[in-house]
Structure formats: structure tokens, C-alpha cells
């Protein structure tokens, strides 16, 4: 029973992690612009796209070039997804956001777009490469340890320490760094913002290559540990996702990180538990009871507002 | 006379489709697709109540149709078909003609129900916060349905192409036609006397600052209570129509997309336009259709077509301005009270 436990608490470490890494993008966003930016789960589709593209490609399966090994090439893997996935995010933001809030419309519409941005990339992404699912090479040598009947794989230890490591590196980012004081002075206010001689869009481009590249490796991450990708792969992660952001209090990135990793043990411990079909049912009833116990998230603060 | 205008027009529509329905003139597909026409202009337009007129984000309008499209869907076959879930019809078949109607109101007043879910956590939380909430209220109606076993789960529950057909022995019209017109009218009449009431000022008010409205003695909490219920009975209708003439539901159908799908016609048609809705409806149902031949790339083409309208039109079609607004002529040819 308390093997069952502890073997149950590690995968939700495991599944939590891809949610929190997720969700802390969505957080990002938001924190600065306001933007539920709902075509990020797509981009965490992307960049497992394109972590495929690039570890086959040095794997040497498409031209004549002799293959790296595979620990180099997931060594390259990592940083070019990020990079490449980081610039797709940053093209939407470019192309479609920049313009209309330029225009100055109402945030809603913004939203919309962003809703039709993740469309294009998924409906995009079948009609180039088909249905046909994409199985992601083996990069790492897989290695089972086993304490007692509890099995933990190095994959699943990869995942955990990453996803704490990138929110350490994120939490230093937005707290102790000068970019991260333009970020939370562009969330505070936006409008005295450009008045302090900050650009506000060399601050929004980099959050959202911030964001861009943890959603990258949440996919490099993901596509290793289930290694089937396909199109609609981001849609369903990327709303449940969203959802953890906002039960953590959106805007709040420790938030983001807690309500990423209680959306992932609920899961796990209901299927556990239950028949997987309830899955679903039970996560967002004890999801609906925490938004009705703290209607702000746990670490939001309600937001006064003068008239 | 002018009073009279719009009903007679309407009446008018109502009875040529009905029988060009009924003598050939349109083939099934083109009377499919009306259908699913006016199916998609009750989803926009009561969606419009919530997401435009009340200025909230709700992205779960799909679960609310759901509950409309199983409990209609339960109803009349239940009571006039016989069916491996309940075994013999409770009533004589050829009650359905009256019967049918019904229990898509039924359907509907069990999703007017369903939208307290919603409503009570809108009393106290709004915006985005909201928004989570009606999404999870979407994902929990459908795995509900989804663990029902009793009808169907996942497996999806037919039977009502028998209750069409009961209908049609009795008195052989095209009866889904003539019953999605009459409550694609129903909901914009009501939704047009609704929104031009005391009632629906209050959902303006609402919309333009709560807090103000409050002190106005507006009772925001009962204006949120009657908006939620209206909006969410409604879609329950459209969800019953759309049950009974596919003749087959299953809950995987009533997920995020086709929330999504209402949501992108009330934005597109314009925040806050009633016209504006029904446009918009008509719009992406035609626009659906006509790129049918493009296969999977209609689903790269139409968001990218409503992308770079938004960046032309930030505010839609309509903006929040009526089609009389922008055609003022038009009022000389009716008078509404």
C-alpha cells in the first residue's frame, strides 16, 4: 500500500512536471500582457515537433552525415528546440498579437486570435506531415532503479529536476534580475511603464521567449517520456494547463508551478484509484471546489478596483 | 402596418423552407446544412447574452448542450420510441408530434439548471477566474456523460431518427425543419425582448461596471442568475435540435471545439451585437461548407481568414452596433415595440 503510494506520488511528481512547465508560459504571459495566450499549448506541440526534426536529423537519418551519439545529441537537441520554438512563439506575438494591441482593442479579441493562432499551427501541422504519429528516437540509455517495489526510471528523475531547476532559474529571473523587475513593473503598470525609459516590447518579446522555450522543453521532455507525437497532442495539456495556471492564482508564477503539480497528483491519484474515465470528472470537481474557496487562485490577490 | 412586417417576413421564410423542404426543391445536404445554420445561430446568439452583452469570458457553452442534447435526447426516446435502453415506448409513438417539442424544452430547462453550476461561483469571482470555471464546468458535464453507462457512455445514445419517424407517420412534413426555424426564432425574439428590457440593461450595466451598477440598485446577482440560466436553457435547445437531427449523440462531440466554435461566431460577429450573432453564424456555416473541397487545410484557412479580419475589423462585423445601426433605413420598413 505505501509502495503503491510512493510509486503513484512519483509519476505525479513526473506528470505534474509537464503541466507545471506549461503552465508557467501561460503565467508569463499573462503576468505581463493580460493575454491568455491560448496557443501556447500548441507551441508545446511544436516543440516536439521540432525536437523530432532536429534529434532525427543529427541522428544522421536524413542526409549522408555521419550520426552523433546520442547523448551529444541530446545535449544539441535541447538548446536548438529551445531556440526555434522560442522564435515560433516570438513570430506569433510579431504577426498577430503586436498589431491589434497596437490597435488597442479589447483584450478578448486578442484572446480570440490567439485561439485561431493555436488552430493554424495544429490543422497546419496535419496537413503537412499527415496523420501518420511520429515516434520520437530513444535518446537516453534507459535505467531502472528499483527501492524495494518502487521502480524509478532516470527519465523520470530528469523530468522532476528540470521542472524544479527551470522554476528556480525562472523565480531568479523575475525576482533578482533587471528584465524581471521591467516584467513585474509592466504587470503592475503599463502605462507608467514607457514613461521610466523601459521598452515595453523588448520586455513582452522576452517573456514570451521566455515562455517559448520552457513550453520547448516540456515538449523535448514529453515526447521522451511518451514517445508518440501527434498534431492534437498540445490541445488537451495545453487547456488543463491553463487551468492549473489560474487555480495557482495566474499571474503568480509560484502559482503557476503549485497548481501545475496539484493538477498532476489529482490526476494520477484518481486513476489510481478510481476507473480512468472518472479522471477527468473527479480533477476539475476538486478543482471547481478550490475556485469556489478561493475565487483569485491560491496565490492570487484580488484586485481592488476604484470607480 | 409596420408592425406587422417582421412576423409576416418571418412566417413567410418559415413556410417557403418548409416547403421546399418538403417537395424536393432543396436536396438533404442543402437542408442539413440550413439546419445546422440555424443550430450555430442559437449558439451564437445566446452565447452573445454571456460573452458579449454581460462582457464576461465563458469558453464552456458546448457542456450546456450536451445536457440539453442527452436529457431531450432521453426524453422522447424514452417516452415514444422503443429502445434498448428502456425497452418499450411509455406513450403511443404518434404523440411524439406534440411530445418532441416538449422534450426539447424539457432539455432545455435541465441546461437552464445545469448553468447554476456557473452561475453561484459568478457571484463571486469574474473575468478570467471565470472563465476557468465554466471551462471545467464543460469538461465535468461531458465526463458525466461519459461514465452514465445507462446511456451509452462513451459509446454516444441514438434512437431519436425513430421518434423523426413516429413524427412522420403521423403527418409526413419535414418536422426538423420546421421545429429548429420556430426556436431559431423563438431564442432571437426572446433574446431581442430580453436584452431591450429593464432585465437587459442590467447586463449591460453589469458589463460596464459592476460595482457602479451596484450602487444603482441594480441586483447583479439575480441579473447574473437570470443571464447564466437564459443563456445556458438556450444552448440546451440547440443542443436537443442538434441530437434529434443527427439522430445520434455522443459526449466527445460537445467539447472545447465546439465551445470554441460559439465563441469565435460571438467575437467575429461583433461583442454585444444580437444582428451581429446571427450574422456571424450564417457567415461561418457558409464559409464551413463552401471550403468543404479543401479537406483538412479548411481548418488552416478559416482561422487564418479570422485572423487577419481581426486585424482589419479589431471589433468584428458589427462592433457592439446593431444592423440597424449601421443600415438606419431599415427602420422605416418595421417598428418593433
Redesign the interface.
Known amino acids: 500500500m505505501f509502495d503503491t503510494l510512493l510509486q503513484n506520488i512519483l509519476n505525479a511528481l513526473q506528470w505534474g512536471s509537464f503541466y507545471a512547465l506549461i503552465a508557467l508560459g501561460y503565467c508569463l504571459v499573462?503576468g505581463v500582457l493580460l493575454l491568455?495566450n491560448f496557443a501556447h499549448g500548441d507551441i508545446f506541440m511544436v516543440g516536439a515537433y521540432i525536437a523530432f526534426f532536429v534529434s532525427t536529423f543529427l541522428l544522421g537519418q536524413y542526409l549522408d552525415i555521419p550520426g552523433l551519439p546520442s547523448w551529444l545529441v541530446l545535449a544539441l537537441t535541447v538548446p536548438a528546440t529551445m531556440l526555434l520554438t522560442s522564435g515560433v512563439g516570438v513570430f506569433l506575438e510579431r504577426v498577430?498579437y503586436r498589431?491589434?494591441r497596437r490597435?488597442g482593442?479589447?483584450r478578448?479579441?486578442v484572446?480570440?486570435?490567439a485561439?485561431?493562432?493555436g488552430?493554424?499551427l495544429?490543422?497546419?501541422n496535419?496537413?503537412l506531415l499527415g496523420a501518420s504519429r511520429k515516434s520520437f528516437p530513444e535518446l537516453l540509455d534507459k535505467a531502472i532503479w528499483t527501492f524495494g517495489s518502487v521502480s524509478v526510471t532516470n527519465l523520470k528523475i530528469l523530468v522532476i529536476v528540470s521542472a524544479f531547476g527551470v522554476f528556480w532559474l525562472l523565480n531568479t529571473i523575475v525576482t533578482k534580475t533587471k528584465i524581471g523587475m521591467a516584467m513585474r513593473a509592466l504587470s503592475w503598470d503599463r502605462f507608467a511603464v514607457p514613461l521610466m525609459g523601459i521598452p515595453p516590447d523588448t520586455v513582452i518579446v522576452f517573456t514570451f521567449i521566455l515562455g517559448s522555450s520552457m513550453a520547448a522543453l516540456a515538449g523535448i521532455l514529453f515526447a521522451m517520456s511518451y514517445p508518440v507525437l501527434d498534431p492534437y497532442m498540445g490541445?488537451?495539456i495545453g487547456?488543463k494547463a491553463?487551468?492549473a495556471a489560474?487555480?495557482g492564482g495566474?499571474g503568480d508564477i509560484r502559482g503557476a508551478f503549485v497548481g501545475g503539480f496539484i493538477l498532476g497528483f489529482v490526476e494520477i491519484m484518481v486513476v489510481a484509484f478510481f476507473p480512468s474515465?472518472?479522471?477527468?470528472?473527479f480533477a476539475?470537481?476538486i478543482?471547481?471546489i478550490i475556485?469556489?474557496w478561493k475565487?483569485?487562485?491560491l496565490f492570487?490577490v484580488a484586485k481592488t478596483?476604484k470607480? | 402596418m409596420q408592425r406587422y412586417n417582421v412576423p409576416v417576413l418571418v412566417c413567410l421564410a418559415g413556410l417557403a423552407l418548409c416547403l421546399a423542404s418538403q417537395y424536393g426543391w432543396l436536396d438533404l445536404y442543402v437542408q442539413t446544412t440550413i439546419m445546422f445554420l440555424f443550430i450555430n445561430v442559437i449558439m451564437s446568439t445566446s452565447l452573445n447574452l454571456i460573452n458579449g452583452n454581460m462582457g464576461e469570458f465563458a469558453c464552456g457553452h458546448a457542456g450546456f448542450m450536451c445536457v440539453g442534447a442527452y436529457v431531450s435526447s432521453i426524453v422522447s426516446v424514452a417516452l415514444f420510441a422503443k429502445s434498448s435502453y428502456f425497452g418499450e415506448p411509455l406513450l403511443d409513438p404518434s404523440w411524439a408530434v406534440v411530445g418532441m417539442p416538449l422534450s426539447l424544452l424539457a432539455g432545455g430547462a435541465v441546461a437552464a439548471v445545469t448553468g447554476l453550476l456557473v452561475a453561484f461561483p459568478s457571484f463571486r469571482t469574474r473575468g478570467d477566474y471565470l472563465a476557468i470555471v465554466t471551462l471545467a464546468a464543460n469538461y465535468i458535464i461531458m465526463s458525466v456523460f461519459v461514465n452514465l453507462d445507462t446511456v451509452g457512455g462513451p459509446r454516444g445514445f441514438m434512437g431519436m431518427k425513430k421518434v423523426v419517424s413516429a413524427m412522420n407517420d403521423v403527418l409526413d412534413i419535414p418536422w426538423m425543419m420546421l421545429w429548429t426555424f420556430a426556436f431559431t426564432v423563438f431564442t432571437v425574439f426572446i433574446l431581442r425582448r430580453f436584452l431591450w428590457s429593464s432585465l437587459g440593461k442590467g447586463v449591460m450595466a453589469v458589463h460596464q461596471d459592476e460595482i457602479a451598477a451596484e450602487i444603482m440598485s441594480v441586483n447583479t446577482n439575480r441579473i447574473k442568475l437570470v443571464a447564466f440560466m437564459l443563456s445556458s436553457g438556450l444552448a440546451g435547445i440547440a443542443g436537443g435540435l442538434l441530437a434529434h437531427i443527427m439522430g445520434y449523440v455522443n459526449p466527445s462531440a460537445f467539447g472545447i471545439l465546439k465551445s470554441t466554435e460559439a465563441m469565435v461566431m460571438v467575437y467575429l460577429g461583433g461583442m454585444g451585437s444580437l444582428t451581429g450573432a446571427v450574422l456571424s453564424a450564417v457567415l461561418m456555416t457558409g464559409l464551413g461548407e463552401v471550403l468543404r473541397p479543401l479537406g483538412i487545410l479548411k481548418w488552416v484557412v478559416i482561422p487564418l481568414l479570422l485572423v487577419l479580419l481581426m486585424q482589419f475589423r479589431p471589433a468584428g462585423i458589427m462592433g457592439n452596433r446593431e444592423l440597424a445601426d449601421v443600415f438606419p433605413r431599415l427602420r422605416r420598413f418595421y417598428k418593433f415595440k
Open positions: 499573462y491568455i498577430a498589431p491589434l490597435k482593442v479589447n478578448l479579441y484572446v480570440i486570435t485561439l485561431m493562432c488552430l493554424i495544429e490543422n497546419g496535419l496537413a490541445a488537451s487547456w491553463f487551468i489560474v487555480v495566474i474515465s472518472y479522471r477527468d470528472l476539475f470537481t478543482l471547481l475556485m469556489t475565487p483569485t487562485g492570487g478596483t470607480i
